[in-house]
């Protein structure tokens, strides 16, 4: 049978409801209509507000390096471990290097994985580390297919930072030694320059380095796995 013979059913309206909208780049408004379903009043009364400036600054304002509640909760296990190298040393030349090469990777990210053929346009950096494309797109393969090379290039990126942090392995109390000093010294590096790119995601990735290392050395205590919860 050739189905070109036959012609395709229509819709009863051309005209697609506009809550649909939010996955085209450039919507024109003769193509959708207001839908008085749920979906449509739910869509409509979604407002997202700009970050005013003040904001901006407040989130920007940089404040001593382990002063936060974390670093001062995490301090005395980490003492314990390291001595008085716990304490702030603003000493960061290995760290530097790793932090360059970091950003170097990172900033390839956002740009190879977006959307977008506009020249400038990059993904945030909080849009790689929950893993996911906030800019709309009609072709939803195609957002699947971006969203998924660039989790992929994003845990080979912070599996090659982990290794930086604590070299192959930590099977060693000296390896789980060295690789806590290194993991902590970024973490402080990350506070003490929040406003650069890429610092807030590189001290996570530290902070994880840390609680490995804590836990391997005692100061944590692994979770309890019970068969009966």
Same mark, same amino acid.
């Given at each position: 049978m050739d189905l070109n013979s036959f012609d395709l059913p229509?819709?009863?309206?051309r005209c697609k409801p506009d809550w649909h909208a939010a996955e085209v780049v450039s919507p024109r408004e003769t193509d959708y209509y207001k839908s008085m379903k749920a979906l449509g009043v739910l869509y409509r009364q979604i407002k997202l507000d700009e970050i005013s400036d003040e904001e901006k600054r407040l989130v920007s !304002?940089?404040?001593?390096? =382990?002063?936060?509640p974390l670093s001062r909760c995490l301090l005395p296990r980490v003492k314990e471990c390291i001595g008085m190298q716990a304490f702030p040393t603003g000493n960061f030349s290995e760290v530097e290097k790793i932090f360059k090469r970091y950003v170097g990777e990172l900033e390839y990210i956002s740009v190879t994985h977006t959307l977008s053929n506009t020249p400038g346009v990059q993904l945030l950096e909080a849009e790689i580390v929950a893993g996911t494309i906030l800019a709309k797109c009609s072709q939803k393969r195609m957002?699947?297919?971006?969203?998924?090379?660039?989790? !992929?290039?994003?845990?080979? =990126?912070?599996?090659?930072?982990?290794k930086d942090f604590q070299g192959k392995s930590i099977d060693t109390i000296d390896q789980q030694l060295t690789?806590?000093?290194?993991?902590?010294?970024?973490?402080?590096?990350?506070?003490?320059?929040?406003?650069?790119?890429?610092?807030?995601s590189f001290g996570f990735i530290a902070l994880g380095v840390i609680f490995d290392c804590l836990e391997a050395l005692g100061q944590i205590?692994?979770?309890k796995v019970s068969w009966e919860d």
């Amino acid at each position: 049978m050739d189905l070109n013979s036959f012609d395709l059913p229509k819709t009863l309206i051309r005209c697609k409801p506009d809550w649909h909208a939010a996955e085209v780049v450039s919507p024109r408004e003769t193509d959708y209509y207001k839908s008085m379903k749920a979906l449509g009043v739910l869509y409509r009364q979604i407002k997202l507000d700009e970050i005013s400036d003040e904001e901006k600054r407040l989130v920007s !304002t940089q404040s001593k390096p =382990l002063t936060d509640p974390l670093s001062r909760c995490l301090l005395p296990r980490v003492k314990e471990c390291i001595g008085m190298q716990a304490f702030p040393t603003g000493n960061f030349s290995e760290v530097e290097k790793i932090f360059k090469r970091y950003v170097g990777e990172l900033e390839y990210i956002s740009v190879t994985h977006t959307l977008s053929n506009t020249p400038g346009v990059q993904l945030l950096e909080a849009e790689i580390v929950a893993g996911t494309i906030l800019a709309k797109c009609s072709q939803k393969r195609m957002r699947k297919d971006r969203i998924y090379r660039m989790r !992929t290039h994003t845990e080979a =990126l912070v599996k090659d930072v982990q290794k930086d942090f604590q070299g192959k392995s930590i099977d060693t109390i000296d390896q789980q030694l060295t690789a806590l000093k290194h993991a902590w010294r970024a973490w402080e590096y990350s506070q003490k320059f929040n406003n650069r790119y890429g610092a807030n995601s590189f001290g996570f990735i530290a902070l994880g380095v840390i609680f490995d290392c804590l836990e391997a050395l005692g100061q944590i205590p692994p979770p309890k796995v019970s068969w009966e919860d």
